[in-house]
């Protein structure tokens, strides 16, 4: 698991989760330097990134983004398959 210093990573494929592909999906709605996944909503970047690409995205996606949002506003550089149970409760509208 990659575990870059958040103060001084400065691409997004530098970040836990996140490889080329997905880089290029947050790239395409404007998101370019992982400090501009501080505050951000991950489920807004999951549609917007929908939005983009015309059709529905793998609901796994999601779990990337809370994954990455998390480790840029301070969280422990963990696993997107730790955020499934979250995504599942966000997604059927559960607290």
């Not at 210093?5 to 080329?20: A, F, H, M, S, Y």
């Not at 880089?23 to 909503?41: F, K, M, N, Q, Y």
């Not at 793998?58 to 149970?85: H, N, Q």
Request: charged share 30%.
């Amino acid at each position: 698991m990659k575990n870059p210093d958040r103060q001084k990573v400065t691409k997004l494929d530098e970040l836990p989760n996140i490889g080329p592909s997905i880089a290029a999906d947050l790239a395409s709605i404007g998101i370019t330097h992982p400090r501009e996944l501080i505050g951000r909503d991950p489920l807004d970047l999951y549609r917007q990134i929908g939005a983009k690409r015309g059709r529905c995205q793998d609901p796994c996606l999601l779990d990337v983004l809370m994954a990455a949002v998390r480790f840029m506003e301070g969280g422990e550089p963990l696993s997107w398959w730790s955020f499934t149970g979250e995504r599942k409760r966000l997604l059927n509208g559960e607290p």
